[in-house]
């Protein structure tokens, strides 16, 4: 019995031996098996294949994600993909992108466009309508709307940040803030008119931010009314959108009806009504109604404490004058309009030092 025992033991021992020796003969038949198969893969996803800007676009302009295909086939245009997108910044950056002409009701440009004055900023596509003659009309020729604003915002601004863009027209400012607060940070827009609140979602989607929430409302203070019959831009003939305003500057009395112009209800609110999470920079600009606007957000500006930067003609709107809000304003007299640049009192070390930073 004890002899039989010893033996079985040692069969035991044997046997496990063996399969531990086919084991791994196995792993090294199945890594080198494998190892050949990325090579085949390699070699057909860039056989034949030109990865550049044209040959991505084209390619995924007519992959059919349902095609019946063998494994194989399906394994080279996924991998062919996956490089496209994943480098589609750098070949948008050395390719002549076409533009389309589009628009069924209101002609429409989407362009490409690379910031001239900012060339850190990647390549962005804008959906613009032709006819407005500022700041579509600037953002199709040079890449951006007043890139000296632009270069301020970023300055006073970080990666992580929540942007906040009251009056965000197209979307001039909102596109390059959100790439500049990156995924981890937030841009609020805010935008009255209905058919420029499209534009703004549009050229949102064709930059594929996830980062932006955008708000189809016009902001005041606690004593507007709700809802205004105001006119809206006509995007059928050449005229200045960015003009329109929701009140006659910073009066609650509507804009009056002119000539040929359609009227448009436009909801208004406060920004306090929001009770936006975070708010490190705030941007106004809304046609001379800023100081109303800053009335409806008392609590957002005490609570988060932003930066503001806003256009407006006169002194320092009241709101910000008053002791318990704490803030300093200097007239930004390099910008293209007139405008204020405001920082709470505990913030302005912090500004200077942003201020004098250079825009990466």
Sequence with gaps: MPLDTHVGESANIYFRRIFKVL???????????RSYATHDLETAVFENFDFSYESCTTFLSYID???NVTDDQWSVKLHRAVNCVRYREDLARDANRPAALTGLHIPTMVTPT??????HLPPFYFVLPIWDTVVSNEVRTTGLYDSLEIDVLMKLSVPGDAFVDIGANVGSVTVPMAFHVGRNGTVYAFEPFRQ????????????????????????SDKHAESSVHVPAPLLTEGQNVGMYGVFKQNSLEPNEPLSKHKQEEVSVRTLDSFQLPRADVVKIDVEGHAPRVLAGGVQTL?????????????????????????YSCMQFTEATEDT??????????????????QTD
């Excluded at 690379?114 to 060339?119: E, T, V, W």
């Design 23 to 33: 084991a791994w003969a196995s792993c090294v038949i199945l890594t080198r098996a």
């Design 65 to 67: 994600w349902n095609e």
């Design 114 to 119: 690379i910031a001239k004055h900012l060339p």
């Design 196 to 219: 420029v609140f499209q534009y703004l979602n549009a050229n949102v989607a064709v930059n594929g931010l996830e980062n932006v929430h955008t708000f189809h409302t016009a902001l």
């Design 302 to 326: 005490k609570q988060h404490r932003p930066f503001l930067w806003f256009e407006h003609s006169g002194s320092t709107p009241d709101v910000l004058t008053e002791s318990d809000m704490a």
């Design 340 to 357: 204020f640049l405001c920082s709470p009192h505990e913030r302005l070390h912090e500004l200077s030092s942003r201020m004098n930073k």
